[in-house]
T-cell receptor, first 113, second 116 residues
Framework: NAGVTQTPKFQVLKTGQSMTLQCAQDMNHNSMYWYRQDPGMGLRLIYYSASEGTTDKGEVPNGYNVSRLNKREFSLRLESAAPSQTSVYFC????????????FGEGSWLTVV | AQSVTQLGSHVSVSEGALVLLRCNYSSSVPPYLFWYVQYPNQGLQLLLKYTSAATLVKGINGFEAEFKKSETSFHLTKPSAHMSDAAEYFCAVSDAGGTSYGKLTFGQGTILTVHP
């Protein structure tokens, strides 16, 4: 039962470096999401993909890009990392056949120094 | 637009006591409502969800929540707290109509501490 798999789990970046967070789901879900979690702020939506081939901005998209590579994979890219992007990132996917339940990955801890 | 307010960023109870975590929502369309739990350094796990069927929803680990439209509330309760319930809990809302593609709007979270 892999579910939603994210890599890497931990990463330290220097300001200005770039990196890509990878996400894959094996549940044949159409919709996928990237959230960031910061203390006292809950989770905020960065980008989402309603279906393969489409992506849209969420609440906090600045500084990020995404790619819906295929139905399984949805990656998040930081082109020039900033300390404000230090956060925990969660990928998720949605089952439209189960009351819109969203399933989350284990999270990726990113520190930008 | 939708929003969620969780009243109390920290709640502390004794083992065996009632757990009550408060959630109020705002939505211009019929909502779906969710409670998720997050244990330290882990992802979010679905506790329960309201999707316009029964207003009293039972979830895992003995938790339940009641949807009250008149009060725009979806409070989470458990009759008797266990030490293993210590975690952070998130209330979330999405659009039942599907036009928002299932995007969730989260509350800020409530950290539950359980004392022996």
């Amino acid at each position: 039962n892999a579910g939603v798999t994210q890599t890497p789990k931990f990463q330290v970046l220097k300001t200005g470096q770039s990196m890509t967070l990878q996400c894959a789901q094996d549940m044949n879900h159409n919709s996928m999401y990237w959230y960031r979690q910061d203390p006292g702020m809950g989770l905020r939506l960065i980008y989402y993909s309603a279906s393969e081939g489409t992506t849209d901005k969420g609440e906090v998209p600045n500084g990020y890009n995404v790619s819906r590579l295929n139905k399984r994979e949805f990656s998040l890219r930081l082109e020039s990392a900033a300390p404000s992007q230090t956060s925990v990132y969660f990928c998720a996917s949605r089952s439209s056949s189960s009351g819109n339940t969203i399933y989350f990955g284990e999270g990726s801890w990113l520190t930008v120094v | 637009a939708q929003s969620v307010t969780q009243l109390g960023s920290h709640v502390s109870v004794s083992e065996g006591a009632l757990v009550l975590l408060r959630c109020n929502y705002s939505s211009s369309v019929p909502p779906y409502l969710f409670w998720y739990v997050q244990y330290p350094n882990q992802g979010l796990q679905l506790l329960l969800k309201y999707t316009s069927a029964a207003t009293l929803v039972k979830g895992i680990n003995g938790f339940e929540a009641e949807f009250k439209k008149s009060e725009t509330s979806f409070h989470l309760t458990k009759p008797s707290a266990h030490m293993s319930d210590a975690a952070e809990y998130f209330c979330a809302v999405s659009d039942a109509g599907g036009t928002s593609y299932g995007k969730l709007t989260f509350g800020q979270g409530t950290i539950l501490t359980v004392h022996p």
